[in-house]
């Protein structure tokens, strides 16, 4: 069982760590070391077994044909079967352990064994018997017909050397039994002993592999946790230069590196900070005359009535520019805010079905306009960005999706959904990705259109200042745009009205 109070890593993360560099570096040391020692112990374990089982094999036959040669001469001819068996116990006498079978053609019912209980003629494999009963061509490369042959086998499960040889074409034939369970028992400890210095072989390259890991990725951990605080903004990092090997040159070509793209981040944020001052300077300098022009321009619009009607469409030109011009203005004033980070959040907790009835009565678009919001969806919001939030989105349905607009008010636990979806064509797909761009416009050929293309950004930039979103697809009857917002706001940049 597992200690409740220890956690355990998600399954990607343990995935992760089998595959980090330092667990890889391990493997291959281990996989290397573990083929090297396994094939070296593999190659020195034949040998010797060879080695160990011709010495105990040529010794033995040595020993037996030796034996053989010296006890036949004794035998009578046509000797009886007490007499095969005198010469089987006299050949088995050596001191090297091996039992005998004698058989003779004269005495085809008899068959003398040193060891009776033991061994006999059917435990001989019949092709050692045929080789050691054929004879073969006696010439100069062959003096005798018959030779001495062996094999070894397996009986009742224990190692045996078998040999055999017919003394002389009348003779009789003899075949030694010679266990090898000794031999064995040696190959084993020898088998064993190569087993554990493969082990050691194999712990021994684990731990030269973490201590050659720890080595080579400890530059590499310093520099991946440069990386991160380049990537986090801190552009004055650097890393120290030791040696002149491969990583030195990667420690070298990051600081150059750093120091390059902290040059161009200055550059552009210096050229960045001019736009912006010269776009909130030019914006200011505006306001001026243009609240000028627009207290001419409302009293040109009252006098409407009377004025020549050669001329009345001109004012109503310039009117109608004016305020567009105004509603320009603000817009641009409201992007530099958000661009240098001074918008603020003044939250108040406000129920969004009647933000979004007061957005709607506020702009006279109730005939156009289907609502499903249930009273009581209370969120904390700034009710002046969100109300110009509703009003890009509904308004911006109305001009390009056509009547009716449905808007539909929907709480999760943590989340307040507002999908505004119109009745028109839908949005193009190569212009999906690009609706919340500032000064996109999906028509290309017109040069100027009754909006100043900034609408949908800030609605975007007023729903990221409250924490949540707006995205934009195609539904079935046209556009959905659904803006997501938590609950509460995040706490930077928030202030509370008394």
Same mark, same amino acid.
């Given at each position: 069982?597992?200690?409740?109070?220890?956690?355990?890593?998600?399954?990607?993360?343990?995935?992760?760590?089998?595959?980090?560099?330092?667990?890889?570096?391990?493997?291959?040391?281990?996989?290397?070391?573990?083929?090297?020692?396994?094939?070296?112990?593999?190659?020195?374990?034949?040998?010797?077994?060879?080695?160990?089982?011709?010495?105990?094999?040529?010794?033995?036959?040595?020993?037996?044909?030796?034996?053989?040669?010296?006890? !036949?001469?004794?035998?009578?001819?046509?000797?009886?079967?007490?007499?095969?068996?005198?010469?089987?116990?006299?050949?088995?006498?050596?001191?090297?352990?091996?039992?005998?079978?004698?058989? @003779?053609?004269?005495?085809?019912?008899?068959?003398?064994?040193?060891?009776?209980?033991?061994?006999?003629?059917?435990?001989?494999?019949?092709?050692?018997?045929?080789?050691?009963?054929?004879?073969?061509?006696?010439?100069?490369?062959?003096?005798?017909?018959?030779?001495?042959?062996?094999?070894?086998?397996?009986? #009742?499960?224990?190692?045996?050397?078998?040999?055999?040889?017919?003394?002389?074409?009348?003779?009789?034939?003899?075949?030694?039994?010679?266990?090898?369970?000794?031999?064995?028992? @040696?190959?084993?400890?020898?088998?064993?002993?190569?087993?554990?210095?493969?082990?050691?072989?194999?712990?021994?390259?684990?731990?030269?592999?973490?201590?050659?890991?720890?080595?080579?990725?400890?530059?590499?951990?310093?520099?991946?946790?440069?990386?991160?605080?380049?990537?986090?903004?801190?552009?004055?990092?650097?890393?120290?230069?030791?040696?002149?090997?491969?990583?030195?040159?990667?420690?070298?070509?990051?600081?150059?590196?750093?120091?390059?793209?902290?040059?161009?981040?200055?550059?552009?944020?210096?050229? #960045?900070?001019?736009?912006?001052?010269?776009?909130?300077?030019?914006?200011?300098?505006?306001?001026?005359?243009?609240?000028?022009?627009?207290?001419?321009?409302?009293?040109?619009?009252?006098?409407?009535?009377?004025?020549?009607?050669?001329?009345?469409?001109?004012?109503?030109?310039?009117?109608?520019?004016?305020?567009?011009?105004?509603?320009?203005?603000?817009?641009?004033?409201?992007?530099?805010?958000? @661009?240098?980070?001074?918008?603020?959040? !003044?939250?108040?907790?406000?129920?969004?079905?009647?933000?979004?009835?007061?957005?709607? @009565?506020?702009?006279?678009?109730?005939?156009?306009?289907?609502?499903?919001?249930?009273?009581?969806?209370?969120?904390?919001?700034?009710?002046?960005?969100?109300?110009?939030?509703?009003?890009?989105?509904?308004?911006?349905?109305?001009?390009?999706?056509?009547?009716?607009?449905?808007?539909?008010?929907?709480?999760?636990?943590?989340?307040?959904?507002?999908?505004?979806?119109?009745?028109?064509?839908?949005?193009?797909?190569?212009?999906?990705?690009?609706?919340?761009?500032?000064?996109?416009?999906?028509?290309?050929?017109?040069?100027?259109?009754?909006?100043?293309?900034?609408?949908?950004?800030?609605?975007?930039?007023?729903?990221?200042?409250?924490?949540?979103?707006?995205?934009?697809?195609?539904?079935?009857?046209?556009?959905?745009?659904?803006?997501?917002?938590?609950?509460?706001?995040?706490?930077?940049?928030?202030?509370?009205?008394?």
């Amino acid at each position: 069982m597992t200690d409740p109070q220890t956690p355990r890593l998600p399954r990607s993360l343990r995935w992760r760590h089998l595959r980090s560099l330092r667990v890889r570096l391990i493997a291959v040391f281990a996989a290397v070391a573990l083929t090297t020692a396994v094939s070296a112990s593999g190659i020195a374990y034949w040998l010797n077994r060879d080695a160990v089982l011709k010495r105990a094999q040529d010794t033995a036959l040595r020993d037996f044909r030796g034996s053989l040669t010296r006890n !036949v001469s004794d035998l009578p001819l046509n000797a009886t079967c007490a007499e095969l068996a005198n010469l089987a116990g006299m050949v088995a006498t050596s001191g090297l352990n091996y039992q005998v079978v004698v058989t @003779d053609e004269a005495q085809p019912g008899c068959t003398a064994s040193s060891d009776p209980g033991h061994f006999t003629l059917a435990q001989v494999p019949p092709a050692l018997r045929s080789a050691v009963s054929t004879p073969r061509e006696v010439g100069s490369h062959n003096s005798f017909a018959y030779h001495l042959y062996w094999q070894r086998v397996n009986l #009742e499960g224990h190692p045996y050397l078998v040999g055999g040889s017919k003394v002389a074409p009348t003779g009789p034939t003899a075949y030694m039994f010679k266990s090898l369970d000794n031999e064995r028992v @040696d190959l084993n400890t020898l088998g064993w002993s190569l087993a554990i210095a493969t082990l050691l072989s194999l712990i021994g390259s684990a731990l030269l592999a973490q201590a050659a890991s720890s080595t080579v990725l400890r530059p590499v951990r310093r520099l991946g946790e440069a990386a991160r605080q380049l990537g986090e903004g801190r552009l004055d990092t650097r890393l120290e230069v030791e040696g002149s090997d491969e990583l030195a040159d990667l420690a070298r070509t990051f600081n150059r590196t750093a120091a390059s793209l902290g040059a161009q981040v200055e550059e552009l944020s210096a050229r #960045e900070a001019q736009s912006r001052r010269f776009v909130a300077d030019m914006s200011h300098e505006l306001r001026t005359p243009l609240t000028a022009m627009t207290a001419v321009t409302d009293i040109l619009e009252d006098e409407a009535d009377t004025l020549d009607p050669m001329i009345a469409p001109a004012v109503q030109l310039v009117v109608s520019e004016t305020r567009r011009l105004s509603d320009l203005v603000e817009n641009l004033m409201e992007v530099t805010r958000f @661009d240098a980070g001074t918008a603020k959040l !003044v939250a108040d907790e406000v129920d969004i079905a009647d933000l979004i009835m007061s957005c709607i @009565d506020g702009r006279a678009w109730y005939d156009a306009v289907e609502l499903d919001a249930p009273r009581g969806v209370l969120a904390v919001i700034d009710p002046r960005r969100l109300d110009v939030v509703f009003a890009n989105l509904i308004g911006n349905a109305l001009k390009h999706g056509g009547s009716p607009v449905r808007v539909k008010v929907r709480q999760t636990e943590e989340e307040v959904v507002v999908e505004v979806s119109d009745s028109g064509p839908g949005i193009p797909e190569d212009v999906l990705p690009h609706v919340f761009d500032r000064f996109y416009k999906a028509d290309k050929g017109r040069a100027r259109s009754e909006g100043s293309g900034l609408g949908l950004s800030i609605a975007m930039a007023n729903a990221q200042i409250h924490g949540g979103t707006i995205t934009a697809a195609n539904g079935e009857t046209g556009a959905v745009f659904t803006l997501t917002l938590p609950l509460h706001p995040p706490v930077a940049g928030q202030e509370s009205t008394p």
